[in-house]
């Protein structure tokens, strides 16, 4: 079976690999669509925290159920199944007390250990959802979705709140289409005008601002000076993690989605002074993912501006390059294998 490996930053390889057995308590999946992540174009480019290599990413994804070795009485052969990509040990503090999106052991697949752009791969049991509502494609945009579903949970949004979402990307469209579901009024920031404008169009945001010297002032101008109630940055940019908590009104929360592999320097006495709360939202539970399907046959989702852009396996190489230029117009680009 074929398979694609980032053996070094810039460097991928499709190569030929024996098709793997489950083991007791797993499930033999053949892949259908694999979403490509901010995680994975960082990988590519070398900056991607927590990494080594070689390495197959991959860890939004759809997959058929092929085999079942055990038993797993919500799966059967045949199913359409979405991957919870993040394998936990169910004993340490967090996994205790329900965080098992920060389990201290936590190994991501496609991050930690070899994921999803390879035809088959297998994969315990307990961490499929089946989805036969939702279209093979539908399905491997869930994972980001729940990032950005989670992150505003931990906001404790409600209606009417002013939010702010610094980074226009797929997490952040998924934050804004979040965020709007429990009524906020959002405000999207970006450099880029494309997702700006897709941001209001198909995502629900109320404003948007491009970012410059000027948009603190636009900021206060549209809020009437009392800025955010809550802003999440979901760039993972320095600068933009840095600047962002200024835009947060006193009282407010910011909250960090987007992972910056350095450190981050923020000046106290303002942040003391306003009382903020410095949160960070880390990954997504098996809860997130099953509201975000809810929510998704509910209230429907704008698919078709979300994804993009889309390669083969023959034409993923070539196609990452001009994804990982931040000039694209890419918002949500996808693997079909």
């Known amino acids: 079976m074929r398979a694609i490996v980032c053996e070094s930053p810039g460097n991928l390889k499709v190569f030929e690999k024996e098709k793997p057995s489950p083991a007791p308590g797993e499930a033999l999946l053949k892949i259908k669509h694999v979403g490509i992540c901010g995680t994975d174009l960082h990988a590519y480019a070398g900056n991607q925290a927590f990494f080594t290599y070689p390495r197959i990413l991959g860890h939004e994804l759809s997959a058929e159920v092929v085999d079942i070795n055990g038993t797993a009485d919500h799966l059967k052969v045949g199913d359409r199944v979405i991957i919870i990509p993040y394998i936990h040990c169910g004993s340490c503090r967090a996994c205790v007390v329900g965080k098992t999106n920060c389990c201290t052991s936590l190994k991501v697949f496609g991050v930690h250990i070899d994921g999803g752009m390879q ?18 494609s539908a399905m491997a945009i869930i994972e980001p979705l729940c ?5 505003v949970k931990r906001a404790g949004l409600h209606p009417g ?3 702010v979402v610094s980074g226009c990307g797929p997490i952040g469209q998924g934050i804004i289409w979040s965020a709007k579901s429990y009524g906020a009024r959002v405000i999207a920031c970006d450099l880029n005008e494309f997702r700006l404008e897709q941001a209001v169009k198909h995502f629900g945001a109320d404003h948007s601002l491009l970012v410059g010297p000027d948009v603190q002032d636009q900021l206060s101008q549209i809020t009437k ?3 955010a109630d809550v802003a999440f940055d979901a760039t993972g940019i320095k600068p933009a993690m840095e600047k962002g908590i200024d835009y947060v009104g006193a009282g407010g929360q910011y909250i960090l989605v987007g992972l910056y592999n350095g450190e981050l320097s923020f000046h106290h006495p303002s942040l003391h002074a306003r009382e903020i709360s410095l949160l960070c939202s880390r990954n997504a539970t098996r809860q997130d993912f099953e509201e975000v399907i809810n929510a998704i046959d509910n209230h429907g989702f704008p698919l078709e501006n979300y994804v993009t852009h889309k390669a083969n396996f023959v034409e993923f190489s070539e196609k990452i390059q001009e994804w990982s230029d931040p000039k694209n117009q890419v918002i949500k680009a996808m693997l079909d294998l």
């Open 225 to 227: 000076g009392k800025m």
């Open 161 to 163: 709140d002013v939010v």
């Open 147 to 151: 990032i950005g579903w989670h992150a």
């Open 119 to 136: 035809e088959f791969v297998t994969y315990p049991s307990d961490l499929l959802i089946a989805a036969p509502d939702l279209s093979p």
